[in-house]
């Protein structure tokens, strides 16, 4: 129902900040809550920050909360995550994923993006 592609990846050195874009391309984009996730090397696929469809309501995992910042522009197709004060555990692949409902469960998304690698050196 909708096609995801994230930029904005890269390497920064730790205390730094970093901006992931979302883009969508489908139909109905703001009925779809958007989450992010993220996947280190050897480890599960997990939660980073979800947002709903009208972008008034936002949750975060707490390994995250109070640096990192989710967004949308609903009139753009965009999502987008804003990391600052980034820490080495922040390295993984970052992906962002489709909802109808909104959820911090994986199974609860039906769409994927590609991903996107960010790498915070020490």
């Known amino acids: 129902q909708v096609q995801l592609a994230e930029s904005g990846g890269g390497l920064v050195q730790a205390g730094g900040s970093l901006r992931l874009s979302c883009a969508a391309s489908?139909?109905?984009?703001?009925?779809?809550?958007m989450g992010w996730f993220r996947q280190a090397p050897g480890k599960e696929r997990e939660f980073v920050a979800v947002?709903?469809?009208?972008?008034?309501?936002?949750n975060y995992a707490d390994s995250v909360k109070g640096r990192f910042t989710i967004s949308r522009e609903n009139a753009k197709n965009l999502v987008y995550l804003q990391m600052n004060s980034l820490i080495p555990e922040d390295t993984a692949f970052y992906y962002c994923?489709?909802?109808?409902?909104?959820?911090?469960?994986?199974?609860?998304?039906?769409?994927w993006g590609q991903g996107t690698q960010v790498t915070v050196s020490s």
């Open positions: 947002i709903s469809g009208s972008g008034f309501t936002k």
């Open positions: 489908g139909r109905t984009f703001s009925m779809y809550a």
């Open positions: 994923a489709a909802s109808k409902t909104f959820s911090r469960y994986l199974a609860s998304y039906d769409s």
